[in-house]
DNA sequence: TATGTAACTCTCACTACTGAGATACTAATG
DNA sequence: CATTAGTATCTCAGTAGTGAGAGTTACATA
């Protein structure tokens, strides 16, 4: 599973030996929405995760595997920035492929500090057996809306997900932006 | 952060030392509306876990705490469903709250294999003087939408989620369920 | 009552990841 | 050039969390 998740409902005011909650209404509304968008997401991953299970490989892993298949080699910062892990971790996500063999590490020959991690044919041929696959996983799993439904939800869901983005880039940066100007 | 996200675009055909992908429109459909909802929820995550992590605390930690914030006392188990962590995890994260006079143990008469886990005096003091805040914070989160167009997509979600979570529970566990029967 | 099965928590070895630095290089500026 | 700042990866110690299994206790049924 993922991150641990909110278990906050609509139950307010004094529950046994709980605490009385009080929220105007938009918070409310705010609130409902993320605990419902954390489940889904949740139980998706889950789906997921049982699926990639079945080729030995961890979702970060094939995370990787799929920038790479999809966007052909690209710096490790790249790829990290995609896929959301420290720079440690893509270190060794990096190293984890390599040692199977369906990745290596390739010199950028402008930028000696920077390298490339591209799929191996061994990785490459994997990936076009198994991402077929997944793509269906991933249908199947959606298949609880129409398709009108999934564009109009994604509509939503990116507009979301701009808003917070932008919260997301200003907070952790911002503060440690500000400490260094001192 | 969370779990590593996908890094797939609608770049179809070959790109760059890159593979031809070809999906039919359905499962493209799908594979996009999972970009986007993983990306607005990694970066809600973000900003949340900033607002955590001030008062040091864990996403995880801060889960327990708001579940029996919300509901009072629950068996560890109960706690564990609601919020998605392993056993060991569930032991681990009350132990740690413990340490810190944050949260309790109590023994359960009618049942002596289970334990309840419940807020002391100071962590409930503490989930007092957070939790309104971090409401804030969510409701800042989704502050790209109208509350009409929240409430539109919480149905959505709620309608995806529940398809997916079926999905779920009869995956890994038919597995292992499968397995038994042998 | 005996017995098998299920339900709870806890233990422990293990793993994937993080985050702070280290290292190596590039680029901009005086 | 020399210096300073910035960027890219890598190292490594530390941590949160997993998952299989142990230890208890409850419960249903023969």
Redo the contacts with the bound molecule.
């Keep these: 599973?993922?991150?641990?998740k909110r278990a906050t409902s609509k139950e307010h005011g004094p529950v046994k030996g709980g605490a009385a909650v009080t929220a105007d209404l938009p918070t409310a509304t705010a609130l409902k929405l993320w605990v419902v968008l954390a489940r889904s997401h949740d139980a998706i991953v889950e789906v997921l995760?049982a699926d990639i299970?079945r080729h030995d490989l961890?979702?970060?892993?094939f995370a990787v595997m799929e920038a790479l298949y999809h966007k052909g080699p690209?710096?490790?910062?790249?790829?990290?920035k995609r896929i959301?892990?420290?720079?440690?971790?893509?270190?060794?996500?990096?190293?984890?492929l390599a040692k199977r063999g369906l990745a290596e590490?390739q010199n950028?020959q402008?930028?000696?500090?920077?390298?490339?991690?591209a799929l191996t044919k061994k990785g490459d041929k994997l990936m076009q057996s198994i991402f077929p696959e997944h793509a269906a996983v991933i249908h199947k799993a959606m298949k609880g809306l129409k398709q009108s439904e999934q564009r109009e939800l994604t509509a939503l869901l990116k507009t979301l997900g701009k808003e917070a983005g932008r919260l997301a880039a200003e907070t952790p940066a911002c503060k440690a932006a500000m400490a260094?100007q001192e």
């Excluded at 930028?111 to 991690?117: C, E, G, N, S, W």
Aim: hydrophobic share 35%; with cysteine.
């Design positions: 599973m993922n991150s641990p995760k299970d961890t979702i970060a892993e690209q710096l490790l910062g790249e790829i990290q959301l892990v420290s720079s440690g971790g893509m270190t060794f996500l990096v190293d984890r590490r950028c402008s930028d000696r500090r920077a390298r490339y991690a260094e």
